[in-house]
């Protein structure tokens, strides 16, 4: 094929794909060659894949720890030396029923042998990673001149003679810096500066630093300095020497390191004394045997076998002995791809038709954006994280810039810069501001002056990881700033308390978003945490967005939830696509180190906007995009509006690929905007790799060191416009003195609205405002009020009419401005109709509003109408959680009014008001509630929120004083009595309805706990085991635990969860051989249980299936990897190990990840991932412990939370919702929530299996 001159003739590039070929009709004359690379040496590992599967052959290529290639033929090897990163070509010619083999266009054949049966598929590459190139396929059995021609013309053997001739230089390098310094004496010496990030208490050994022994040798003979973990009688925090397990010898120190601090250690071999120094003190000082003499070689960030790696970074290594060689220089590493010039990388975008992308800015005018806007000039300011991502010299120097660009000779290309700051640490958003612009940089969010001046307005930011920080900054207009928090899963940061400098107050953020208020330091959290983007659409709908959770609609906000806080609400997000939802990429796939199963999927989402404007779409739809930097790509949704939320798909006009997509790897799109003139704006950072190294595995990190600033002195930020359009940047609207007018609130686009309300509200000019709420555009008539109101010139009247207005979104809008006015008596009457108006409006997110707004008026009739809504309100629905929140100032008038209903959800309403009553101490609605004629309806909910408060029926008839009440509360006591008569009558089992009742109440549980014995041994069902696990019968595991042998799979897992909701029985199950049933997610769990005396019984319980090491653990099962998997029987391995936590071929729990994707994992990193589940924890699954006041303990993943509730999910895909103020405590365990030692349940053949079904494709 003859390739055109502007073309690149690319190879492909697999990292858990192949490719595949049939219809060819081949014989049994023919033949297949390919050239294959199998990737760079510091990435070499133990791994096979296939080469070519085809002419009934199967060739494969295995590479191993050394770098060196080897392929097969059946039993037959290959003996030429051949290396992974060397271009080779392999010839697979079949003539008849035999095959042979041939190596870079050797003529005489590497390998020979039998042919089986020809199948008309041809499979390339299948489990390989690497690259292919060049596949040729003859329909002949190819002359040996012509493969030897195909080689000699390649001129590929000039290039690997000149590798060779590196790789040795590169090993003499490598000699002299370790066997001439260290080999034959015992008189060293090693120093570094190392950031610990990992929690001292989860795991044996925090970390290891460094450590002199033979590779790979798990015995570990030699000096190992760590940081000490929760093995048996380790020091956590604390600094050790250890010489082996043979030896098993250890030497510490007492100094507490804490996690995230910066610290510079100093290890000092002389003989058989070893010294340690700790930031310029002596830490140890202590005789310790030598145990390898003579070893060569020194690791850093890890042990000699690999174990236990640092988590955080280490810089500033240095070496001693007798004699210091002469410093080699390092080896060149190859780039994957090389950059390209704006102008170059302009023609690698693919835009949807219709549409075309323009460079606005490039480097040197920009440089490393991901954050910009624009002021009322026309002037863009960006935000330009230099310093990412371990700052400017690789120890966290700041470095971060506010630049302002200018547009000189009005082109459309910005050609001007000036640098405002240079000095700020990882700055992430950017809102112009008044004379200046409001940055987010953790901790801080300043405002900053054209002339460099800063000033704090917010300070106590999470300044963790630079991909997990503060960010966001968009105006809403209802006047407030809101901002991300940047966190990616709740309960990150969860202590983060904000300081707002201009008011002094002190606010409990915890991993919530929020909004603030700049002129004032006003600070209010909100519904969250978004960690890169939080955008809204022209109505005050807020979006955020998670690395693989690409778009979320904000539903319920948390300063409507936090109101009432004795009730749990319904889930604040809404997920508008599942997780790690297609991206559809122009670009190769690039290599990965972690999430393997997610190529071509999100996982680096962010950086969203919600298009504001009908320049490019006329349609009338919502259009939001969602940057996915890691696959070089902008994708499209479509939302539409579904009830009280939204739906979302891609649009499908671009099926095949996304709006914006790039084939410049270095492309890394991270945020969109909304431009004044219409366009869709791009940031376009310009690296060569976005990932960040916490996330990397050590190979990664290792593989990607000396690139992680690659492209940090580029940048581009693009827009997109249509194809007719010409080029232009248009500027913000002018009066004739050239300040921002009226016609801005009129506009179309929102920037220019957003941009005009600020000003205005600024300037308190009300001049023709007024005439904008009568405005055809419906945008423009809610943003005029808002303007109004910040102004407080807002009328009762003009709410009024807005609250009749045709447009639901206005309505909506009108509804929060009725709660920031003060209504007149006189006009109540007027207010009263028009909100009753909207109890039935036809908009859903209308009369979600409504039930947010009536919480925060005065009045019987907005009891009546909050009342209407309850009764209406689904069970658990967005529109039940609004109105609860707004329950509290109105709950006499509510209790008043609810239905005497013995609906199911009905019951569950009474509970939550008896509830909040209850907590209040409102004892007028509690009676108002009792005195209902079918109060004995709701018995068994009151009773149950009578015990959550520990008080029994007696006790608090006790309390309460309503002759009324007391009255109500001795119907309920005679129904108690009724229901002990029943059970004591009753000749055989007694009925359930009236045995649940009298377990509700604490007077009458000591006669239930009697029964249960019986109970159980008769039915052994899920009602009797929850009241076992409700009463906590004394005897509850010994008669739980009979008849063990007669349990189904099911009801052991069933008795086992009852038995670990207590402590003391979690004691008695592990005492007992029956805990030998717990499967490995338990296992895990108990091991890591936050009581060291239950977690101590575990490991001594499970000590069989416990490994010293992960490491060792997938040492052993490495020849899984050279084994043939059966699928059929991985299938039932799958039934056997996986179904109770992941769901294949819609079967199994969605309690993690659904697998159905993992067919692109290559098999070794699955084989990682099954055994060693902890090394890479995706976000959303990291393990909690949770122990409630009530002393239950529960063990799961935080699913969602609020400001006064979090939602567990758990074993079984249970979830689980708890008020805050029901936890005694919650610990994260610091590990995965798939547990560790799957191992013990399978053997590598079972695995080999497993990995084979895995692999199948869905």
Not at 431 to 458: C, H, M, N
Not at 1054 to 1064: F, Y
Request: include cysteine; charged fraction near 25%; charge should be negative.
């Amino acid at each position: 094929v003859q390739v055109p001159r502007d073309k690149i003739n690319r190879s492909i590039h697999l990292a858990g794909g192949h490719l595949e070929t049939s219809n060819l009709k081949l014989g049994t004359q023919a033949s297949a060659a390919l050239w294959f690379w199998l990737g760079h040496e510091s990435g070499a590992s133990d791994r096979t894949g296939e080469l070519i599967n085809a002419l009934g052959i199967s060739l494969k290529a295995h590479q191993d720890a050394n770098h060196r290639v080897r392929l097969t033929l059946g039993d037959e090897e290959s003996k030429e030396e051949l290396f992974a990163d060397d271009w080779h070509m392999v010839a697979l010619v079949r003539d008849g029923d035999s095959v042979r083999v041939h190596i870079d266009g050797v003529e005489k054949p590497s390998l020979e042998g039998k042919a089986g049966k020809v199948n008309d598929t041809l499979l390339f590459g299948r489990g390989l990673e690497g690259r292919l190139d060049e596949i040729t396929i003859w329909n002949r059995a190819v002359e040996t001149s012509v493969i030897s021609k195909l080689w000699d013309i390649s001129k590929v053997a000039e290039d690997n003679a000149r590798h060779a001739v590196t790789r040795k230089e590169r090993a003499k390098q490598a000699q002299a810096q370790t066997s001439d310094l260290l080999k034959g004496h015992e008189n060293w010496s090693a120093s570094m500066r190392f950031r610990n990030t990992k929690a001292n208490d989860v795991s044996p050994v925090t970390a290891y630093l460094i450590s002199r022994g033979p590779k790979g040798d798990h015995q570990a003979p030699g000096d190992h300095l760590g940081i000490g973990g929760n093995y048996k009688d380790s020091q956590p925090g604390r600094l050790f020497v250890f010489n082996g397990n043979a030896a098993n010898q250890i030497v510490r120190g007492q100094t507490l390191i804490a996690p995230g601090s910066w610290n510079e250690v100093n290890l000092e071999r002389q003989g058989t004394h070893v010294k340690v120094m700790l930031n310029g003190k002596v830490e140890i000082d202590a005789e310790l045997p030598v145990t390898a003499p003579g070893a060569a070689q020194l690791f850093f960030g890890k042990r000699c076998d690999d174990f236990a790696p640092l988590e955080g970074e280490f810089s500033e290594v240095l070496v001693t002995g007798l004699e210091k060689p002469a410093a080699a220089p390092a080896p060149k590493v190859e780039l994957t791809s090389q950059p390209l010039s704006p102008e170059e990388s302009a023609k690698r975008w693919h835009v949807r038709e219709g549409y075309r992308i323009e460079l606005v800015a490039a480097e040197p005018v920009v440089l490393d954006p991901v954050a910009f806007d624009w002021d009322e000039k026309g002037r863009l300011w960006v935000v330009e994280m230099a310093d990412y991502p371990l700052g400017m010299d690789g120890n966290g120097k700041a470095g971060g810039r506010v630049v302002m660009l200018e547009d000189g000779n009005a082109d459309g290309r910005y050609d001007k810069r000036t640098v405002i700051v240079n000095d700020l640490s990882y700055p992430t958003g950017i809102l112009t501001w008044r004379d200046g612009v409001i940055v987010t940089a953790a901790p801080y969010i300043f405002f900053i002056k054209p002339s460099g001046e800063k000033q704090v307005l917010l300070t106590g930011f999470s300044t963790g990881n630079q991909q997990l920080r503060v960010n966001g900054l968009r105006w809403g207009m209802d006047g407030w700033v809101y901002c991300a928090a940047g966190a990616h899963h709740g309960g990150y940061n969860k202590g983060t308390q904000i300081e707002s400098k201009l008011t002094g107050e002190k606010i409990d953020l915890g991993s919530r978003d929020f909004r603030f208020k700049p002129d004032t330091g006003a600070f209010d959290p909100q519904s969250g945490p978004s960690q890169f983007g939080r955008a809204h659409d022209d109505w005050g709908h807020w979006f955020g967005v998670q690395n693989s959770f690409p778009l979320w609609h904000y539903v319920l906000q948390d300063h409507y939830l936090r109101r009432n806080p004795h009730v749990i609400p319904p889930d604040p997000i809404h997920q508008l696509f599942p997780r790690n939802p297609s991206v559809y990429p122009a670009s190769s796939m690039e290599k990965r180190f972690h999430s393997f199963d997610q190529a071509g999927r999100f996982t680096s989402a962010c950086g969203i906007e919600v298009y504001r404007d009908v320049v490019l779409f006329t349609d009338g739809k919502t259009h939001a995009f969602t940057c996915e930097p890691f696959h070089n790509v902008v994708q499209h949704h479509v939302l539409d509006d579904d009830g009280v939320t939204f739906k979302a798909m891609r649009d499908p006009a671009e099926s095949k690929r996304d709006f914006l997509a790039s084939e410049d790897r270095w492309c890394r799109p991270v945020m969109v905007r909304t431009g004044p003139d219409g366009a869709l704006w791009v940031a376009d950072m310009y690296r060569y790799m976005i990932e960040h190294p916490q996330w990397l595995p050590e190979n990664g990190r290792e593989e990607l060191l000396p690139h992680y600033r690659e492209g940090d002195e580029m940048g581009r930020i693009w827009r997109v416009v249509r194809s007719t359009e010409p080029p232009s940047l248009a500027k913000a609207s002018k009066d004739e003195k050239g300040g921002t007018t009226i016609r801005g609130v009129d506009s179309a686009n929102g920037w220019q609205r957003d941009k005009a309300q600020m000003q205005l509200a600024w300037s308190g000019e009300k001049a023709g405002i007024d005439g904008l709420l009568k405005s055809k555009q419906p945008q423009t008539r809610a943003q005029a009020a808002w303007t109004l109101l910040s102004m407080k010139k807002l009328s009762t009247a003009a709410c009024l009419a807005l609250l009749a207005d045709a447009s639901p979104h206005v309505r909506e809008q009108a509804l929060q401005m009725v709660e920031k006015l003060e209504w007149k008596d006189n006009e109540s009457s007027s207010l009263q109709k028009a909100l009753a108006k909207l109890v039935n409006d036809k908009d859903a997110k209308v009369q979600l509003q409504l039930a947010c707004t009536l919480g925060e008026l005065k009045g019987d009739w907005a009891a009546d109408l909050l009342a209407q809504q309850l009764r209406e309100a689904p069970s658990g629905s967005s529109l039940q959680g609004a109105a609860m929140s707004s329950v509290l100032p109105h709950l006499e008038g509510v209790c008043t009014r609810f239905p005497e209903s013995a609906e199911p959800e009905n019951n569950q309403i009474i509970g939550m008001l008896f509830r909040c009553a209850l907590a209040v101490k409102n004892e007028q609605a509690i009676a108002t509630l009792l005195s209902h004629q079918g109060a004995q309806r709701h018995a068994t909910e009151l009773l149950a929120v009578l015990d959550e408060k520990g008080l029994s029926l007696s006790a608090f008839t006790q309390q309460v004083t309503s002759a009324e009440t007391q009255q109500a509360l001795k119907k309920m006591a005679g129904m108690l009595h009724t229901a002990a008569e029943e059970v004591k009558a009753a000749k055989e089992a007694p009925p359930m309805a009236a045995v649940a009742l009298l377990a509700s109440d604490r007077d009458h549980r000591e006669m239930v706990k009697t029964l249960l014995p019986q109970l159980w041994k008769q039915s052994a069902n899920n009602e009797v085991l929850r009241l076992v696990t409700k009463l906590q019968t004394p005897d509850g595991p010994e008669f739980l635990l009979a008849d063990w042998s007669e349990r189904t799979p099911a009801v052991r897992m069933q008795i086992i969860e009852a038995l670990l909701s207590s402590d003391a029985w979690t004691v008695a199950l592990l005492e007992r051989p029956e805990a030998k049933a717990c499967d490995a997610a338990t296992r895990a769990r108990l091991t890591k249980h936050p009581k060291k005396e239950i977690a101590n019984l575990a490991a001594k319980t499970f000590a069989d299936s416990i490994s010293a090491t992960r490491a060792a653990v997938v040492e052993k099962f490495k020849p899984a990897l050279r084994m043939t998997g059966d699928a059929m029987k991985g299938k039932a391995v799958f039934a056997q190990v996986c179904i109770s936590c992941h769901k294949l071929d819609g079967v199994g729990l969605e309690l993690g990840p659904d697998l159905r994707s993992v067919v692109q994992h290559d098999a070794e990193k699955l084989l990682n991932s099954i055994l060693d589940p902890s090394a890479i924890i995706e976000p959303g699954f990291m393990a909690y412990h949770c122990t409630l006041k009530s002393g239950e303990q529960l063990y799961g993943v935080i699913a969602t939370e609020t400001s006064a509730s979090l939602t567990l999910k758990m074993a079984g895909n249970v979830t689980k919702a708890v008020l805050r103020s029901e936890i005694v405590s919650l610990k994260s365990t610091g590990t995965s929530l798939m547990p560790e030692g799957l191992e013990a349940a399978i053997t590598p053949q079972s695995l080999a299996d497993l990995i084979a079904y895995l692999k199948v494709v869905k």
